[in-house]
């Protein structure tokens, strides 16, 4: 079996930076790079794409909600279209900083609030499949699986992959339960260890709200920004492969 492990990263801003980036960028296969909405700036972007670059790890753009106060993590109203050019002018920044390394973007993974609001909306998840698809019909999508993100993407001819979460606790719906819930979050590297074991071998993901549900699965993510993120990054890795299961990017050859 191969499987993807990728995380968020490069999510820090001018001095500050935000969770162990190097460290992570020697343990994953994808990195979804911040891109000036909820975090990042151009020096920050250029920082982390050249670290991915020289860790061979495969890029992508991670735009949000323009947001840093609440790191994207707050819906902010938006008409669809202009959630779509917020989109495009966020992926089109990290294409244009990941020239100057040189780097390929290759994916979009929408973040926080706007990947959760793509995930059940399909007005905005189509929004932003036509954007991806406008600026450049070669990038996939990263989706969360089981949405309407990957359906929109899908629609329109977009490669699409499916991740599943490490850290985050599921509803019945397939999508996240939401930040500040019970269950929204998986602290214990064991805990997040063994559930990825046992879905990988069943296909099914346990919910806070019901019978475990199927999902189909490209990519794990570890979120980047906790502070237990490497350790259970690495535990991660060591017990996939324990297991047999190659790590190895979505995207890779």
């Given at each position: 079996m191969r499987i993807d492990l990728n995380s968020d990263l490069g999510e820090g801003f001018g001095p500050w930076p935000m969770g162990n980036d190097a460290a992570m960028l020697a343990l994953v296969n994808s990195a979804n790079i911040a891109c000036g909405g909820h975090a990042s700036d151009p020096e920050t972007m250029f920082q982390t794409l050249k670290l991915a670059a020289k860790n061979n790890v495969i890029v992508g753009a991670h735009p949000g909600y323009n947001d840093r106060e609440g790191f994207g993590r707050r819906v902010i109203p938006m008409a669809?279209?202009?959630?779509g050019r917020?989109?495009?002018?966020?992926?089109?920044a990290l294409v244009a900083v990941s020239?100057?390394?040189?780097?390929?973007?290759?994916?979009v993974k929408p973040h926080g609030a706007l990947a959760n609001l793509a995930a059940r909306d399909m007005d905005v998840a189509r929004a932003i499949a036509q954007v991806?698809?406008?600026?450049?019909?070669?990038?996939a999508i990263l989706a969360i699986s089981g949405t309407c993100l990957e359906q929109a993407a899908r629609?329109?001819?977009?490669?699409v992959y499916s991740e599943i979460f490490a850290d985050r606790g599921y509803l019945s719906s397939g999508q996240l339960v939401?930040?500040?819930?019970?269950?929204?979050?998986?602290?214990d590297v064991n805990e997040a260890a063994e559930r990825l074991i046992?879905?990988?071998?069943?296909?099914?993901?346990?919910?806070?709200?019901?019978d475990p549900i199927a999902?189909?699965?490209?990519?794990?993510?570890?979120?980047?920004?906790?502070?237990?993120?490497v350790a259970m990054a690495t535990e991660i890795q060591n017990r996939l492969t324990a297991e047999g299961v190659t790590l190895s990017g979505f995207l890779a050859p």
């Open positions: 669809p279209d202009e959630i917020m989109v495009a002018a966020q992926v089109g020239a100057l390394v040189p780097v390929s973007v290759r994916y991806v698809h406008q600026i450049d019909a070669q990038l629609e329109i001819g977009l490669s939401p930040r500040g819930t019970d269950g929204a979050m998986i602290h046992e879905f990988l071998k069943t296909g099914l993901m346990p919910v806070i709200d019901g999902l189909e699965a490209h990519s794990i993510c570890v979120h980047g920004d906790s502070s237990g993120a």
